[in-house]
């Protein structure tokens, strides 16, 4: 399965921005979908996250700013987010875990990660 992201980009503090991330393959279902982020010298972190239910998980630096969402319509998650900071400047990268369709006709467990997207916060 391959993630497509997008929506990053340059913005001053206190601006919004929303990334979506959209999966590909031959999906049989989708369970968790998250985004993570890496700033310069620091490691990956979770940023937000929504499970099948519609339950969802925020760092706490991002709780009331940040709204993570999904369309399983679409296959596709989302990231609102609004009351932008210079310290959120990082790449994006969105997770999806769930099922698709083996070579062997099976259901087989995928975990993949998207290319990353810039999201830079100017003071």
């Known amino acids: 399965v391959q993630l497509q992201a997008s929506g990053g980009g340059l913005v001053q503090a206190g601006g919004s921005l929303r990334l979506s991330c959209a999966a590909s393959g031959i999906i049989v279902n989708i369970n968790d979908m998250g985004w993570y982020r890496q700033a310069p010298g620091k490691q990956r972190e979770l940023v937000a996250a929504?499970?099948?239910?519609?339950?969802?998980n925020y760092a706490d630096s991002v709780k009331g700013r940040f709204t993570v969402s999904r369309d399983n319509s679409k296959n596709t998650v989302y990231l609102q987010m609004n009351s932008l900071k210079p310290e959120d400047t990082a790449v994006y990268y969105c997770?999806?875990?769930?099922?698709?369709?083996?070579?062997?006709?099976?259901?087989?467990?995928?975990?993949?990660w998207g290319q990353g997207t810039l999201v830079t916060v100017s003071s």
């Open positions: 997770n999806v875990i769930g099922s698709e369709l083996g070579p062997k006709g099976y259901p087989d467990r995928f975990n993949s």
């Open positions: 929504i499970i099948s239910g519609g339950t969802t």
